[in-house]
């Protein structure tokens, strides 16, 4: 079993070395495999290694700053015997903000489990940093429950304070940040600089389903900053996901149903979906995702490393918080 993913965020640029750990047997020689794409997965051998102990680390010295998955195979076992799980790295890129802009916005989330979520290990030194979080790049969390931000800012004093260079703070506290991005939490990132900027996300292939809380209010919207939390796209309609089945709020309009808002980074706006619900008169289109601005059904997909809002509209008969669980089906087979 693989056991941890580790990449040295501390510094920027960020190390290209991968590490992966996984549970070995002394005297066993294992084959790490890996694959660009996570679903489907064309596996090849990129290296060997002898264990001497029960615990094994495999250094991915290639350079790995594209998308590429891990796993993990005995030497010589016929049919070959697969660790239970995998491990991978995704890069999502932040656009630099032009013109007048105080910063780009983008709208992310980490669809792998990092064994260490906190937004100092998982995140590190991939932005870039300043004396005050007037310069420095920002990443902020939507809290639900208390309907407001938690923001963090990445402190960088250019070698002045070494010990707290790439380091993560929160503003409102002050102190450092305890901010976690576990997947399927979505986030801002906010990039004040004038170029594009490539952060790595590492972890655990997701093997279970995740399920996360969605609160409805007797008279208001509430807002969730979620994200696909597996590592693979899929299309938001009725039947690939998981929302209506496990209790979106549909209706006749906008106005009155919940909604799926993605945002665009290259469009600087946000792609609006609404569920379509007529109680029966319309079974063909119950349960069915629309485009608010053409009118059609969406042809949106919640895509890996990007986040979204969830908009549940206000319903006294729903009352809770939360009220529902979102618990997205996983999309892929069993993971070895």
Do not use: C
């Not at 906010?190 to 790595?200: E, L």
């Amino acid at each position: 079993m693989i056991t941890n993913i580790f990449r040295d965020k501390s510094t920027n640029p960020i190390s290209g070395d991968v590490e992966v750990t996984f549970t070995s047997v002394a005297g066993v020689t294992y084959d790490i495999y890996t694959s660009g794409l996570f679903d489907p997965a064309t596996w090849s051998i990129q290296g060997s290694i002898l264990a001497t102990g029960p615990s094994t680390t495999y250094v991915d010295t290639s350079g790995v700053f594209m998308e590429r998955y891990y796993r993990i195979g005995i030497q010589g076992s016929s049919p070959t015997i697969y660790s239970d799980n995998q491990a991978g790295n995704l890069p999502v890129t932040v656009l630099g903000r032009s013109g007048g802009e105080a910063a780009q916005l983008a709208l992310l989330g980490i669809p792998l489990a990092s064994t260490d979520p906190l937004l100092q290990s998982s995140i590190g030194f991939q932005m870039t940093g300043g004396w005050s979080s007037d310069t420095a790049d920002e990443i902020w969390i939507w809290n639900t429950a208390s309907d407001g931000y938690q923001r963090n800012w990445l402190f960088d004093s250019g070698g002045y304070y070494p010990a707290y260079d790439g380091v993560w703070f929160d503003l409102g506290t002050g102190g450092f940040s305890d901010t976690t991005l576990p997947p399927g939490q979505g986030f801002w990132t906010r990039n004040k600089q004038s170029v594009s900027q490539t952060m790595q996300l590492d972890g655990i292939v997701p093997e279970n389903e995740i399920a996360l809380g969605i609160h409805v209010n007797a008279s208001m919207i509430r807002l969730h900053m979620l994200a696909q939390p597996y590592p693979k796209n899929v299309p938001l309609d009725e039947t690939s996901t998981g929302f209506i089945h496990d209790g979106a709020k549909g209706d006749w309009t906008s106005d009155a149903s919940d909604e799926i808002w993605i945002w665009g980074q290259e469009l600087d706006g946000y792609q609006r979906n609404w569920l379509f619900d007529s109680g029966g008169y319309y079974p063909a289109y119950d349960g069915v995702w629309f485009d608010l601005s053409t009118g059609s059904p969406t042809a949106a997909n919640l895509e890996k490393g990007r986040g979204f809002w969830y908009r549940s509209k206000p319903d006294a008969s729903r009352v809770g918080s939360p009220s529902w669980w979102w618990s997205e089906p996983i999309p892929y087979g069993e993971v070895n």
